[in-house]
């Protein structure tokens, strides 16, 4: 159940603002289309440390991620984004 992919995300918002993290990832099973996974985090200030996974049944019957990207949404701006080589 634990078998599959784990993404750390380092990340930090030097005033108080509401966050956004959004994970998109695409699996080996499913071509070219898009998952999504999000977290928020309201008047969000210092230093995160965020975890997604891709484990159990979603691994096991869509296959491996083949390619990601995380966005970093402030107050619904985006800030930082970072992908894969092959998103």
Not at 38 to 57: C, H, L, Q, T, W
Not at 70 to 80: F, K
């Amino acid at each position: 159940l634990r078998e599959g992919h784990y993404y750390n995300i380092q990340w930090s918002s030097a005033r108080t603002a509401d966050v956004k993290l959004r994970f998109e990832y695409r699996q080996e099973k499913l071509g070219l289309a898009v998952q999504l996974m999000e977290m928020n985090y309201p008047k969000a200030k210092g230093s995160y440390r965020s975890e997604f996974s891709v484990i159990g049944d979603d691994y096991h019957q869509d296959g491996v991620v083949t390619a990601w990207r995380i966005t970093l949404v402030e107050n619904g701006s985006i800030v930082g984004v970072n992908q894969s080589f092959l998103w």
